[in-house]
């Protein structure tokens, strides 16, 4: 089956502007997650979705980011305005209770910000 | 709260020596789940183990194994007679016991390999 996809790879922007990320789950997945990676850390979780509504956003910066999942596949994650410090691998991963790991979360390749 | 703590930041080994990576954990939860991932320099999380919080069978698989020890709270990982292709970043994760409930990393652990 085909992975989680994520778009762009990389990004560069400087600082106040504003940025979309992109995630497609795997097909069937309900649940989407986007964690966010700062250099030198693990992955900390930003919001996660149950097809589209919002599980838990507790650690989502909502001043300046948001996040939506309208039809319950797809899946934008937004930064508007950016600063520097949300240079960072932003990860999407999905799950789904069935299938041969069921609940357990699929990465997809990340999209590195850079923040200038 | 949950928390998981990776103390090694970064570790170096030789080829084919072996290496045993930490992670120490914290959790309210009586049922829960261990992880190891690994982070190649493509970025992408790679799955190599769950462990659920009630079998503390040790676990083999080909060089890799895992020593899960409730009583310490902790759940290692040894790499046996490493190899260059083993250099990347390590994370140990934990969930807890909701099914879909978010990952808890450590900070992870570097393990450079050299010939």
Redesign the interface.
């Known amino acids: 089956e085909a992975g989680v996809a994520q778009s762009p790879r990389y990004k560069i922007i400087e600082k106040r502007q504003s940025v979309a990320f992109w995630c497609n789950p795997i097909s069937g997945h309900a ?1 989407l ?1 986007w964690y966010q990676q700062i250099l ?6 930003l919001i ?1 979705f ?1 097809n589209n509504g919002v ?2 956003d507790s650690q989502l910066p909502k001043d300046r980011f948001s996040a939506e999942r309208l039809k319950g596949v797809d899946s934008t994650l937004k930064i508007q305005p950016a600063k520097l410090e949300d240079s960072a ?1 932003y ?1 999407c991963a999905s ?1 789904s ?1 069935s299938g041969t ?10 999209t ?1 910000l850079t923040v200038t | 709260a949950q928390k998981v703590t990776q103390a090694q930041t970064e570790i170096s080994v030789v080829e084919k020596e072996d290496v045993t990576l930490d992670c120490v954990y914290e959790t309210r939860d009586t049922t829960y789940y261990l992880f190891w991932y690994k982070q190649p320099p493509s970025g992408e999380l790679v799955f190599l183990i769950r462990r659920n919080s009630f079998d503390e069978q040790n676990e083999i698989s080909g060089r890799y194994s895992w020593n899960f020890q409730k009583s310490t709270s902790s759940f290692n990982f040894t790499i046996t007679a490493s190899q260059v292709v083993d250099s990347a970043v390590y994370f140990c994760a934990l969930r807890e016991s909701g099914t879909a409930s978010k990952l808890t990393f450590g900070t992870g652990t570097r393990l450079q390999v050299t010939l």
């Open positions: 649940t997650y030198g850390q693990g992955p900390k979780l996660q149950q599980v838990d691998v990860l799950s209770p790991r069921p609940y357990e979360q699929y990465f997809g390749p990340g590195r």
